[in-house]
């Protein structure tokens, strides 16, 4: 990161090279993150360590970060609405969950006038680099995206399972997952998983964008009642929590329109800057791999594996799967 202007009272502006485009940084040693002691403004001031040796995350950090993953990202991002999650003062501050474009938003930087109940609502989209280093300068630490893409919002061409645990214990998530995808299998729908960076794990069917969400929802509320009927005891599509009894949640409510997903790759508001990783199904089987296994720090060299390499781009139609499960039901 190239830093200019800088001062010792924490006002300093900075600027980052994004493709073509230059974008201007504000206050980039603002720690969002944090890892160790700072100063009474936020800055950090002893080199970033904690007593255990884990950096504060600052705001250079979190645009540095989002500026290298691009090439990963952008791809799951472009033609999408998003909603952003806000910390402008990390932490330790509020949150903001922005879904109108904030209002110093470039002209160069796409946008997106969806309808709404009442009226219509303006979303970003984040198509480049230099959008995604922006929205980073905004200090949107999490990227949520629609399922469906800005030019057909009605038709999705993400379906997505969350797999929500009682608590924070992942060997059920994996054991879910593992079932899911057999049951998608036996449905012809390839699958890849992705953790989110906070305690589950979300299952991603590519659709094709023939089917409206009504359908697609109803589809997946279907998969998911198969999926809790062969296994009782540990899953269940209760949307109560006190009917749970402690059993891992099958969640299909994203589905619908104008509802978000944690985008690939984007880091979570958590102690540490987690990360929402896509991951392969041998990793899935692996007892190391948690819900929070990758962070900023080393997520690249994961995305680099090209985890999701072996599902077909390709979106699938719904319409064969759809007769497979009826039989099932």
Known sequence: MSATG???????????????????????????FPGSARSTD????DGGRTDGGRADVTKADLVEYYRSVARHMLPELRGRPL?????????????????NIPGNYPDWARRAEMAKKGGTVTHPVCDDTATLVFLADQASVTFHRWLSRADRPDHPDRLVF??????????????????????????????????????????????????????????A???????????????????????????LYLDVQRNAYAQTAVAPYSVRPKEGAPVATPISWDQVKDPAVTARRWTVTDVLEQARTRPWSDVPARGRSLAPARRRLDALL
């Open 42 to 45: 936020g800055e950090r001031t």
């Open 83 to 99: 909603m952003l999650e806000r910390h402008p003062d990390g932490l330790d501050g509020p949150r903001f969950m922005q879904k």
């Open 221 to 247: 509320m279907d998969v998911a009642r198969v999926l809790a009927a062969r296994d009782p005891d540990r899953l269940t599509t209760e949307q109560r929590t006190d009917a749970r009894a402690g059993r």
């Open 6 to 32: 800088a001062d010792s009272a924490g006002t300093e502006e900075g600027s980052v090279r994004a493709g073509r485009r230059t974008v201007r940084i504000h206050r980039p040693r603002k720690v969002l």
């Open 162 to 219: 969350d797999l929500d645990p009682a608590r924070d214990d992942f060997e059920p998530v994996r054991a879910a997952a593992l079932l899911l995808r057999e049951l998608l299998d036996e449905l012809a729908l390839p699958a890849s998983a992705m953790t989110t960076g906070s305690k589950g794990l979300h299952v991603i069917v590519r659709l094709d964008r023939r089917t409206a969400f009504d359908e697609v929802r109803a589809f």
